[in-house]
């Protein structure tokens, strides 16, 4: 039987590897001996590689670290402050693990944290805390309340004026603080069900942040709820009002000094135990284990807090010396090491511009696992290298290969073979490289032995890929037949159908069996609207054709945009008028005039729209908009349909292809409108791009260099 080219070519192939893998173990042999004398000088330089390699992989690791949050903090950062910003970056940290703090340093100091808020406020910072009561100062009916609750000691006066000054406020602030003095006159009169009840109230309103004489109020509520609950002899619920408080206090959900916070946190621990100790056993050990769960989550977040100090006191006053006079928009990155007693603080920023500066805190621990992939099962090719990692006490940070420095010592036959730095000794480590001797014998045997696993992991790899080869090419000619067919399928359901309607209604109009002039004139719209569809798709056809062929040609002019841009949205209304859509355009004034094939450039525009329409499902709403910047002008067609799925955005600027849920949807159309596009954009030295979201919709933009664009004949198959 005879063989087809495919199989051939793949029979020929490994014939050729077979040959090929036979002559190099035949040299390999030979080349023992030469092998053994090059070994000593091709492990020194293999030293001095290592080095480099690492010192690279370092920098390759920070710089990637650097450059992704440097995007995304531009990104967010356009017209929002420092906070705004570090709430739109926290969800990237989790996704870098070299970072383990991002945080942006204001003209005033003050320094934004984005990973995880201090359990209290660091050296410097003061707490935005809003003291209500200074605005109650010129109120007589205050005043009033004030002088009976503490000069007259008339509390049911003092609760009647608090409760007439909280109805009749409508700010929450206020509302809150008058509700807090509310509680207070109830729980000093003896009423402790209305003072829970009001307390509960307050707490139910929020605002963390109000404050009277420097303490939050929801702390006092909370703190007041427990000893009333504890009390009235309510056990359970005072563990439970003292536990949420203590929840608050590790969860930073109030600013408060460091002092404020150890006192809170005893307080509720103290009260806390107090409440529980007459509990039942087992609901005891309920309440005891909340207790020692968040007394861990404490710990793990006063060590993240210590380090934050750290940062705050010794790292961020010589970011602010360091960054000036340096350009902000360098887009460089500055770099500080900073030992401390109990570890090691890596640390780099750069100025955003002139008032914020963007920090990033590096994990030496994940730093340094990540010179060393996990896959990788040692640090270079040469067997009996090993590399060691020290910092500046001789302390090993990371190895691989040899354990320790110690234990190259140890043996008889390893030395140190090379020793070097981290560029800009960052971070501030030594790189050591030792070497454990083998035995000559050893030595050659292993030598054979790879080169005789090498050889045959390079027949079996490529006789492999021949074989892969061979299926793949056959798969994609069967796949490009496959899309030749249902493209010539669906072409022909694309004629078919505006030819039907134009011949039926011609035949109804020629007949004389269409009397009505409003309905004849919908016929006569119907068919001109039907027949430019034909001409547009022969259009898109002949231009698919040329392209195939690279015979395409582009008559470049003067063209206004705007211009443009506003004619194909009209065309496009009038065209499509049958079709149940919303067209809206956002065209900026001032557009810079391009040299552009104008009647191209339209073509794909009006298949952006005609796209858009078509998988436009429920929410038949357009936007095309236009505008200029960054010595581009940019054209955009927006819809609020069914829209692509991520894996094949790609492949939708592929000829012949439809993504799923246009064939889910039993939407027709040919699968070259958005590869011409594509090819028109490029023509025109320009760039096209998608973003899309499967059910909310497709934005297609296209972007177009201003200035002067030579006329081209294409000459490349699209």
């Given at each position: 039987m005879r063989l087809d080219w495919q199989r051939r070519a793949a029979l020929l192939f490994a014939a050729s590897l077979l040959i090929l893998s036979v002559v190099l173990v035949f040299f390999a042999i030979r080349e023992v001996d030469r092998e053994k004398l090059l070994k000593e000088k091709e492990i020194e330089s293999e030293g001095q590689r290592l080095v480099d390699t690492i010192d690279g992989r370092a920098g390759s690791l920070i710089g990637e670290a650097e450059k992704r949050i440097l995007q995304a903090a531009k990104k967010v950062r356009n017209d929002a402050n420092p906070v705004q910003a570090a709430a739109a970056l926290k969800g990237l940290l989790s996704d870098i693990p070299l970072v383990s703090e991002v945080f942006f340093i204001d003209d005033e100091d003050r320094v934004v944290f984005l990973n995880a808020r201090p359990l209290f406020l660091l050296p410097g910072e003061k707490p935005a805390l809003k003291e209500v009561s200074c605005s109650l100062e010129s109120d007589e009916r205050w005043k009033r309340a004030e002088a009976a609750e503490f000069r007259l000691n008339d509390?049911?006066?003092?609760?009647?004026?608090?409760q007439g000054l909280a109805a009749k406020t409508a700010d929450p602030a206020l509302d809150a603080f008058l509700l807090n003095r509310l509680a207070r006159c109830y729980a000093k009169s003896g009423k402790?069900?209305?003072?829970?009840?009001?307390?509960?109230q307050q707490l139910r309103i929020g605002l963390p942040d109000l404050a009277s004489e420097g303490i939050p109020l929801e702390i006092v509520a909370l703190s007041q709820i427990g000893n009333i609950d504890l009390q009235s002899g309510q056990r359970a619920e005072a563990a439970g009002a003292f536990l949420e408080l203590y929840q608050g206090l590790v969860d930073s959900k109030w600013a408060l000094s460091r002092s404020q916070f150890e006192t809170f946190t005893k307080l509720a621990e103290g009260r806390f135990r107090a409440a529980e100790g007459e509990l039942r056993a087992p609901l005891r050990a309920e309440w005891e284990g909340r207790l020692q769960a968040l007394k861990k989550i404490e710990e793990e977040r006063l060590a993240r807090t210590e380090i934050l100090e750290e940062v705050?006191?010794?790292?961020?006053?010589?970011?602010?010396?360091?960054?000036?006079?340096?350009?902000?928009?360098?887009?460089?990155?500055?770099?500080?090491?900073?030992?401390?007693?109990?570890?090691?603080?890596?640390?780099?920023?750069?100025?955003?511009?002139?008032?914020?500066?963007?920090?990033?805190?590096?994990?030496?621990?994940?730093?340094?696992?990540?010179?060393?992939?996990?896959?990788?099962?040692k640090p270079g090719p040469e067997e009996g290298l090993s590399v060691v990692i020290v910092d500046g006490s001789g302390k090993v940070v990371v190895g691989q290969g040899l354990g320790s420095p110690k234990e190259s010592e140890k043996g008889e036959d390893s030395k140190l073979l090379f020793s070097g730095a981290f560029t800009d000794s960052f971070p501030p480590w030594t790189i050591n490289i030792y070497r454990s001797g083998v035995g000559?014998?050893?030595?050659?045997?292993?030598?054979?032995r790879n080169i005789y696993i090498l050889a045959l992991v390079v027949v079996i790899a490529a006789l492999s890929f021949g074989g892969f080869l061979a299926i793949r090419s056959t798969a994609k000619e069967l796949k490009l037949a496959k899309l030749k067919s249902d493209f010539t399928a669906t072409v022909s359901h694309e004629f078919r159908t505006p030819l039907t309607s134009i011949r039926y209604m011609a035949e109804l109009l020629q007949r004389g069996r269409v009397r009505d002039e409003a309905r004849?004139?919908?016929?006569?719209?119907?068919?001109?609207?039907?027949?430019?569809?034909?001409?547009?798709?022969?259009?898109?056809?002949?231009?698919?054709?040329?392209i195939e062929a690279g015979?395409?040609?582009?008559?470049l002019e003067e063209t206004d945009i705007a211009a443009l841009a506003a004619d194909v949205a009209g065309r496009f209304r009038q065209q499509a008028a049958f079709k149940d859509f919303v067209l809206e355009t956002e065209i900026a004034d001032g557009l810079p005039i391009i040299r552009a094939d104008k009647d191209s450039l339209a073509r794909a525009v009006f298949n952006l729209l005609d796209n858009a329409v078509k998988y436009s499902g429920e929410n038949p709403r357009v936007v095309l908009r236009a505008w200029s910047g960054e010595g581009a002008v940019s054209l955009q067609v927006e819809d609020h349909g069914i829209g692509i799925s991520k894996p094949e955005q790609k492949k939708v600027f592929e000829k012949f292809y439809r993504s799923e849920s246009a064939l889910e949807s039993d939407v027709k159309g040919s699968g070259i409108g958005l590869p011409l596009v594509e090819h028109v954009v490029q023509a025109h030295r320009g760039t096209v791009s998608l973003e899309s979201e499967p059910g909310k919709g497709t934005r297609v933009t296209i972007r177009l260099p201003v200035g002067r664009t030579e006329e081209k004949k294409e000459g490349e198959h699209g």
């Open positions: 509390l049911s006066l003092a609760a009647s004026l608090y402790l069900e209305k003072a829970l009840d009001t307390y509960r705050r006191e010794r790292v961020i006053p010589r970011m602010r010396l360091e960054a000036r006079g340096l350009d902000t928009d360098s887009g460089r990155f500055l770099r500080i090491a900073e030992p401390t007693d109990s570890s090691l603080l890596l640390a780099s920023f750069l100025p955003l511009d002139a008032n914020t500066i963007l920090g990033i805190l590096l994990d030496p621990s994940a730093l340094a696992r990540g010179f060393f992939p996990s896959e990788s099962r000559a014998v050893e030595r050659q045997f292993r030598l054979r004849k004139q919908q016929y006569y719209e119907t068919i001109t609207g039907e027949s430019e569809r034909l001409s547009r798709l022969v259009e898109n056809l002949l231009d698919f054709s040329k015979m395409k040609e582009y008559r």
